[in-house]
Structure formats: C-alpha cells, structure tokens
C-alpha cells in the first residue's frame, strides 16, 4: 500500500538552528515526492519536488530510495518557516492524485 | 487573483441536510482534483477529474458524495443526507497535464454539520 509517513507532529526549534522534517514513504514503483507547505491563514502550497532538485527558501530535500525517505532540510532556520509541512507522494510519473502525509507543524521560536 | 477559488469558504448545516460546493480552477487547468481534510490529517483525495470526465474516485466517497464538471471547467461536490462524521475541510485543487505538474490549491470549503 502506498503510504507517506510524518513521525513528528511539532518540531519546535529556535531562530538559526538547523531543521530537518522526516517524511518516509512506501511504495514499490518509481516515486514522485514533493514537500507541501501551509502558512498560517494561507492555502496550501507547493515547496519543492525530488525531480527539481532545487533549493526553496533555504529548504532541500534528497529522496533517498535506500531508505525511502525524503527529509526536508534546512541549515538555519527562520521565524518566516513557521508552517504547517506536508509530504506527498504521487506515482509513475503520473501524478493522478498525491498522497500526504499527516504533516508536521514547524515552530521557530525567536 | 487567478487562484483556483472555491465557494462557500464556510458552510454549517444541520444532520441530514444536502449540500454543494463549488470550485473554480485556474482556467488552463484540465485536471481538477477534490481532497478532504479533517483535523491533525493531512488532505487525503476524494476524486479528480481530466476535463469533464471524472477518472478516478476513492473509496472514500460514499454514495452520499458526487461530483460534477459538466464543461470542463468549474466542478461541483455535492453531499447528501449530511452526517457529522462529513465535518471537515474540503479542498479543490488544480494542475496542467503532463508529469511532474504542480499542484495549486483553492483555499478550501469548512463544512460543519450539527
């Protein structure tokens, strides 16, 4: 069964601490992943995508086959992170309906 | 703002009660997709459509829930008979076709059913 799981519900750290959100997924075939972001009274938006390989507001993220994880990571973080983050999975390359994860809510304290 | 919209934002109803919402895609979109929302989950998919014709749906959507894009633009999702378990976000969302395409959510519709 195709499955994305997010084990923290809160990760709070402070301003200029590095900050990793886990997301580790299940699926046999070839995976698309993205990572999905909600400001706050803000709809949800896309942050970045494994095919881009791009750095997003400081954020990477590798997709990890081996251990078929996609963490979303960022060396320093900023007030201006503080959201809710979600991981995705679509399938094949046909990208019909993602499945996401329950998300993780990234505080940054001053 | 060209943003996939979606209306109401907030609906409350009573047990029983029918209701619809609608979405607005961004207008070169094709394909549109319903997902719901409940507290502490993340959106879980309903059902998508690739222009009028509606290609998959989840097991999630009961035979109280259907869905409509007659012209291939707007979509409706209407739920009969309300329950309480129905409370949640529901939200549109829509994309080009092609792989790898990204993914534009409306702001979402509250339904709360007393």
């Known amino acids: 069964a195709q499955r994305v799981t997010q084990p923290e519900k809160l990760l709070s750290v402070f301003k200029g601490a590095p900050v990793e959100l886990k997301c580790n997924y299940s699926?046999?075939?070839?995976?698309?992943l993205f990572w999905y972001v909600q400001y706050s009274r803000q709809r949800l938006q896309l942050l970045l995508r494994?095919?881009s390989r791009e750095s997003i507001k400081g954020f990477t993220a590798d997709l990890n086959k081996g251990e078929t994880s996609f963490h979303l990571k960022k060396p320093f973080a900023q007030e201006e992170d503080s959201a809710m983050y979600y991981c995705a999975l679509g399938r094949d390359g046909a990208t019909n309906k993602l499945i996401f994860g329950t998300g993780t809510l990234l505080a940054v304290q001053p | 703002d060209t943003g996939v919209s979606q209306d109401p934002r907030h609906k409350i109803t009573k047990r029983g009660q029918n209701v619809t919402f609608r979405c607005d895609p961004i207008s070169e979109h094709n394909r549109l997709y319903w997902y719901r929302q409940t507290l502490g989950q993340g959106p879980e998919f309903l059902t998508y459509?690739?222009?009028?014709?509606?290609?998959?749906k989840s097991r999630l959507l009961s035979d109280r829930f259907s869905a409509e894009r007659p012209k291939g633009s707007f979509s409706t999702l209407e739920i009969q008979r309300t329950e309480q378990g129905d409370s949640a976000m529901y939200l549109c969302?829509?994309?080009?076709?092609?792989?790898?395409?990204?993914?534009?959510f409306g702001e979402g519709s509250r339904l709360t059913v007393l």
């Open positions: 969302a829509s994309r080009s076709t092609g792989v790898g395409g990204e993914l534009f």
């Open positions: 699926y046999s075939g070839s995976p698309e």
């Open positions: 494994h095919i």
């Open positions: 459509f690739q222009n009028e014709a509606q290609l998959e």
